[in-house]
Nanobody, 113 residues
Framework: VQLVESGGGLVQPGGSLRLSCAAS????????MAWYRQAPGEQRELVAH???????NYADSVKGRFTISTDNPKKTVYLQMNNRKPEDTAVYYC????????WGQGTQVTVSS
């Protein structure tokens, strides 16, 4: 199973960015997908999680600003990030959960003026 993330880059505070993560390979059945992030010197943390049934869960720090969604036929998960803050700067990873957990390679997102 491969996960390929895209959409990272530099954005000004208050700006928007959308991350995409496309899964391919022998996927048995997707139970859920998620986005994590890791800032320099910090532990990796859960940003958003979505089940195959569409239930979502967000970190308190991003509630109301970030939205996770999926395109199931395309096996793709998105993270729409609005009203970005400097503390959102991190490497963002997507994760796919089926019988095992699969992680993408990460994409850098920098929020700076």
């Amino acid at each position: 199973v491969q996960l390929v993330e895209s959409g990272g880059g530099l954005v000004q505070p208050g700006g928007s960015l959308r991350l995409s993560c496309a899964a391919s390979g022998s996927i048995f059945s997707i139970y859920a997908m998620a986005w994590y992030r890791q800032a320099p010197g910090e532990q990796r943390e859960l940003v958003a999680h979505i089940t195959s049934g569409g239930s979502t869960n967000y970190a308190d720090s991003v509630k109301g600003r970030f939205t996770i969604s999926t395109d199931n036929p395309k096996k793709t998960v998105y993270l729409q990030m609005n009203n970005r803050k400097p503390e959102d700067t991190a490497v963002y990873y997507c994760i796919l959960y089926d019988e095992d957990d699969y992680w993408g390679q990460g994409t850098q997102v920098t929020v700076s003026s």
